[in-house]
């Protein structure tokens, strides 16, 4: 069992920048795919970046590229999103995975919100 703990959510005008967090207990992630998914309101959940443990290497959903930027600290067991250049269109709740491909996880967090304002 992994269990997965985000924080970082919040309210920030559209141009600023959150750093969003993940804590993993259970399991170490380096030897887990970790991602970041979003829903944003009356949608479904949508990928948004992967960190791979196997090859080390990231993906990111279009719509973030260049704007996102998924990292992890094994030492700590923690994966972080850094959110840059924020749109409205960003809102959602933010959710953390482990074990993940870019569509699904197995194991999730609890989801953080994260709001853009206009």
């Known amino acids: 069992q992994v269990q997965l703990i985000e924080s970082g959510g919040g309210l920030v005008q559209a141009g600023g920048s959150l750093r969003l967090s993940c804590a993993a207990s259970?399991?170490?992630?380096?030897?887990?795919?970790m991602g970041w998914f979003r829903q944003p309101p009356g949608q479904e959940r949508q990928f948004v970046a992967i960190?791979?443990?196997?090859?080390?290497?990231?993906d990111y959903a279009d719509s973030v590229k260049g704007r996102f930027t998924i990292s992890r600290d094994n030492a700590k067991n923690t994966v972080y999103l850094q959110m840059n250049s924020l749109s409205p269109e960003d809102t959602a709740v933010y959710y953390c995975g482990a074990g993940c491909s870019n569509s699904q996880c197995d194991y999730w967090g609890q989801g953080t919100q994260v709001t853009v304002s206009s």
């Open positions: 259970g399991r170490a992630l380096r030897w887990l795919s």
């Open positions: 960190s791979r443990w196997r090859t080390g290497s990231t």
